[in-house]
């Protein structure tokens, strides 16, 4: 909902640092839920997962997640003031919402694959 | 025509034989699945955490009720055509599955209790509604879809 905000479809009278502010929090809590049942869904198999090219894709998409959002917090949200109430933010907000969206969308496709290993890679290779 | 033979058809037409002989068409509906899920999942949370009194508190909750609509209404139609889809190519292994069953019977008064109770109650002025009826609501909406997407997911781990 914080990505469907920032690039212009939803909430459009709510002002964006309010969705921030306030809905921060509960994301930075799933968020944290997430992590620490992924990491023991990891620990549980690791080497399975390891060699999973699904899971290595999940993991990268999930670290340029955090740069897209470390980059948009640095730069264009310092002067969300200037455009706080636009139903449509400005176009490299609109660039970071929807960078996050498709990154988040293959992270959701990419964690749905690892159940499948069509192109584990070879531990032989290693 | 009993249940059990509306479920062998619907396994024996075209399109769920399809879908159980490729390798990729499942995991791909699946996942179309599972990405609507995650958008009527933001497009519920906020409303029903607003009548917690919790998430957009400075935002009315009939207005973020509105804004929010269009997208639980587009992601439920997603959701329940690919989960046709994927029933379609399984749907004998769902009749013995008791997590299947689970879900279907917290799904219907899901989706009855969203577009009655739940959107009247979210569409009420402010103050119209006592806050304990607004928490309520929200407490049941959470919980019904609570149990049609863990007990969802659960139909992949038995049978």
Redesign the interface.
């Known amino acids: 909902?914080l990505d469907?905000r920032l690039v212009g479809l939803?909430?459009?009278?709510?002002p964006f640092s309010?969705?921030m502010g306030?809905?921060g929090p509960?994301m930075a809590g799933g968020f944290a839920v997430m992590v620490a049942s992924g990491l023991l869904l990891f620990y549980a198999i690791p080497v399975r997962t390891y060699l999973n090219i699904f899971f290595r894709i999940k993991v990268g998409m999930l670290a340029l997640a955090g740069l897209n959002a470390w980059v948009f917090q640095r730069s264009v949200y310092r002067h969300v003031a200037a455009w706080d109430l636009d139903a449509r933010p400005p176009r490299r907000a609109r660039v970071a919402g929807w960078v996050s969206l498709g990154l988040?969308?293959c992270i959701?496709?990419a964690g749905?694959?690892i159940a499948?290993n069509?192109f584990d890679v070879d531990p032989e290779l290693l | 025509m009993s249940i059990l033979s509306f479920f062998e058809w619907c396994e024996s037409t075209a399109i769920g034989q399809a879908i159980r002989s490729s390798?990729w068409l499942f995991?791909v509906i699946?996942?179309v699945h599972?990405?609507a899920l995650?958008l009527i999942g933001?497009?519920i949370?906020?409303v029903d955490?607003r009548l917690l009194g919790?998430?957009?508190?400075?935002?009315p909750a009939a207005?973020?009720a509105r804004?929010?609509q269009r997208?639980l209404t587009g992601g439920l139609a997603v959701m329940i055509v690919t989960g046709l889809l994927l029933f379609s190519s399984e749907a004998l292994k769902c009749y013995y599955n008791q997590a299947f069953w689970i879900k279907m019977s917290a799904l219907g008064p899901a989706i009855v209790f969203a577009f009655t109770v739940r959107r009247k109650v979210a569409a009420a002025e402010e103050g119209t509604i006592r806050p304990v009826w607004r928490k309520m609501t929200a407490a049941v909406s959470i919980g019904l879809w609570l149990v049609v997407a863990a007990s969802g997911r659960w139909i992949g781990f038995s049978g």
């Open positions: 909902m469907l939803a909430l459009r009278r709510t309010q969705v306030q809905l509960w988040w969308a959701v496709v749905r694959m499948y069509w | 390798l995991p699946e996942s599972l990405l995650a933001g497009a949370l906020l955490l919790l998430g957009l508190r400075r935002q207005e973020l804004d929010a997208w």
